[in-house]
Nanobody, 123 residues
Framework: QVQLVESGGGLVQPGGSLRLSCAAS????????MGWFRQAPGKGREFVAA????????YYADFMKSRSTISRDNAKNTVYLQMNSLKPEDTAVYYC????????????????WGQGTQVTVSS
């Protein structure tokens, strides 16, 4: 069992930046591929970014590719999502997820999920 706790969300103006963190506990963090997903009101959950176990490979949704960076610190059991140039359409609850399988863009391959952190982009 892995417990995931997200933090770093909040209210930010358009064009601003946020860094989300996801702290993991319970098992060896480096055994897990990690992903970030989001869900806006009235919409389904969508992939944002993912990173493999070593941190050597990263994957991004097209809408975030030029505006975000996913990273991980296996010594701190934490994965990060740095988001820049935020837009109102980025408003959503952001979730981190951990999986023992391949690193991927689909939510069903991830085994564990955090409770989410709200990101609101508004002036």
């Amino acid at each position: 069992q892995v417990q995931l706790v997200e933090s770093g969300g909040g209210l930010v103006q358009p064009g601003g930046s946020l860094r989300l963190s996801c702290a993991a506990s319970g098992r060896t963090f480096s055994n897990y591929a990690m992903g970030w997903f989001r869900q806006a009101p009235g919409k389904g959950r969508e992939f944002v970014a993912a990173i493999n176990r070593s941190g050597g490979s990263t994957y991004y949704a097209d809408f975030m590719k030029s505006r975000s960076t996913i990273s991980r610190d296996n010594a701190k059991n934490t994965v990060y999502l740095q988001m820049n140039s935020l837009k109102p359409e980025d408003t959503a609850v952001y979730y981190c997820a951990a999986g023992t399988g391949p690193t991927g863009r689909v939510d069903y391959i991830y085994d564990y999920w955090g409770q989410g952190t709200q990101v609101t982009v508004s002036s």
